[in-house]
């Protein structure tokens, strides 16, 4: 084992993972082939950092904490090639770093205080990724992989299927990680689509009828929307005015979305 010990830092949502079933079974997941380019985001001590690293021979990992720096590089010695930006990684632009070498295949643990950020910043840089592998928090894998109809349904759901396919693998039990969190975790893959199969014209007017529509989720979509479009509208895009969003497939939210959006100029949202 490569890894080394560095005491987890609350502030920052730090759960190490230790258990070596489960990293196998991440590595695996992600099953690297030569001229992937590998990214990680929050390497932590290097759990999965350095099985990824002897399996591949190169990988670039984003850190935040400027304490374990020093420790990856010297780990990483004689191990492979071990490229460290220390950076936030919100703040980095993953269209740049994969430049004109081909698209970016990410992986992390995400620190679960900041999930949800860090995901949509990922979807911002879609084009550049060709999946996605992530450990969250399984309440969150569940959201983001639910069903219409489901409780936990919602906008998180609509915006990364929108985007991405997205599949959740295997759960891991708080024991897996030092110090264990107080939550079950699991781990997701997302395979952003191609642009053609989107078919989202206008991405800041899709996220808007989604978050109004899930906005109050007992509303109808008439009400829900109704600063966005008129019950009118809705039934020319061929849904129910009086349904709520939870019923709605993610194609419908794209339908209505794309409708909107070919309205003369003075019938758009505002």
Do not use: W
């Not at 374990?68 to 632009?93: C, F, N, Y």
Request: with cysteine; hydrophobic share 45%.
């Amino acid at each position: 084992m490569s890894h080394f010990k560095a005491p987890p830092k609350k502030n920052l949502g730090q759960h190490f993972l230790a258990d070596r079933s489960y990293i196998d079974r991440i590595v695996m997941a992600v099953n690297p082939k030569p001229g992937d380019r590998l990214v990680e985001i929050g390497p932590g001590q290097g759990a999965i950092t350095f099985p990824l690293l002897r399996k591949h021979g190169e990988l670039t990992v984003i850190e935040f904490d400027r304490d374990l720096i020093t420790p990856l590089m010297e780990a990483s010695e004689g191990v492979g090639r071990l490229t460290i930006i220390h950076k936030d990684v919100l703040q980095v632009d993953f269209s740049k770093l994969a430049g004109d070498e081909g698209p970016l295949r990410l992986v992390g643990n995400l620190p679960y205080n900041i999930s949800s950020p860090i995901l949509f910043h990922a979807l911002e840089h879609a084009g550049a990724v060709r999946d996605m592998h992530f450990m969250l928090q399984k309440e969150v894998v569940d959201r983001m992989a639910a069903d219409p109809g489901s409780k936990v349904y919602g906008r998180l759901s609509v915006m990364l299927q929108a985007y991405c396919t997205v599949t959740s693998l295997f759960d891991v039990p708080p024991g897996a990680f030092r110090p264990p969190p107080k939550v079950d975790s699991a781990v997701v893959r997302l395979v952003p689509k191609p642009a053609a199969e989107i078919g989202i014209a206008d991405p800041a007017l899709f996220e808007r009828v989604v978050r109004d529509a899930f906005g109050q989720r007992r509303k109808t979509l008439r009400n829900a929307l109704s600063q966005v479009c008129t019950g009118a509208d809705i039934e020319a895009a061929g849904l129910r005015p009086d349904a709520r969003a939870e019923q709605l497939a993610v194609a419908d939210f794209v339908r209505l979305a794309q409708f909107l959006g070919s309205l003369p100029p003075a019938d758009r949202p505002a």
